[in-house]
């Protein structure tokens, strides 16, 4: 079984500076790593993801992530953020083979501050 | 999320009516999972379909939820005789095939229970 912690709920930061939003998992089995945002009122939007391959994946408006085994983690970051990235982000978890089943962290409200 | 469709997207049910949530996976899918997110909560997971199979329901109440997936036609989720807890936002995902990657989603079936 799979799990997922995301240890901030509430992350606020002012406009161009960095953030970072943590996220740890724990799996038996190796895993598939997925970060998602969720604007007010609507569905979940893929930001990116880990399959295999290189360890820092970039994904869409500027995200990227870097995983590491070692430390179960996947942190989410952007060098410099914008107002329109104040939304919901959620890190996920799904085993790569075998399984099905993809857990989602609490999630992080990332407010960005004019 | 495009191509996931659900309706209704809002939904108002009074105390011990029914609410019937349908989602429409992406074309070429035949995998949907419905999750549940209550407000300050992340998603939970609530029912793992293929065609005409349930895989896993492991996270639906025992009592007046169902969940199917037919061969012809959208997934549906059922509440039978609603309380106010239900009320929520309920979410679809589809997927292509096992273990190919991300989920995409809809853009949630709101329930509100007077």
């Known amino acids: 079984a799979q799990s997922v912690t995301q240890l901030d709920s509430q992350v606020p930061v002012f406009e161009e500076a960095p953030v970072e939003l943590r996220c740890n998992y724990s799996s038996s089995v190796s895993v598939y790593l997925f970060w998602y945002v969720q604007y007010p009122n609507q569905g979940l939007q893929l930001l990116l993801k880990?399959?295999?391959?290189?360890?820092l994946v970039k994904g869409i408006n500027g995200f990227e992530a870097e995983f590491n085994k070692s430390q179960t983690s996947f942190h989410l970051r952007k060098p410099s953020v914008h107002i329109s990235d104040t939304a919901e982000y959620f890190c996920?978890?799904?085993?790569?083979?075998?399984?099905?089943?993809?857990?989602f962290g609490t999630g992080t409200r990332l407010k960005v501050l004019a | 999320n495009a191509g996931v469709m659900q309706n209704p997207r809002h939904l108002v049910r009074r105390r011990g009516q029914e609410a019937r949530l349908r989602c429409s996976p992406m074309?070429?899918?035949?995998?949907v999972y419905w999750y549940r997110q209550l407000p300050e909560e992340g998603l939970k997971f609530m029912v793992y379909l293929q065609k005409e199979n349930i895989i896993d329901e492991s996270g639906m109440p025992k009592e007046r939820f169902s969940a199917e997936f037919p061969k012809e036609g959208p997934s549906i989720l059922r509440i039978q005789q609603v309380v106010r807890g239900d009320s929520a936002a309920y979410f679809c995902?589809?997927?292509?095939?096992?273990?190919?990657?991300?989920?995409?989603f809809g853009e949630g079936s709101r329930l509100t229970v007077l």
């Open positions: 880990y399959l295999s391959g290189s360890t």
């Open positions: 074309k070429g899918h035949s995998h």
């Open positions: 996920a978890v799904s085993g790569s083979s075998g399984t099905y089943k993809y857990i």
């Open positions: 995902a589809s997927l292509q095939g096992a273990n190919t990657g991300e989920l995409f």
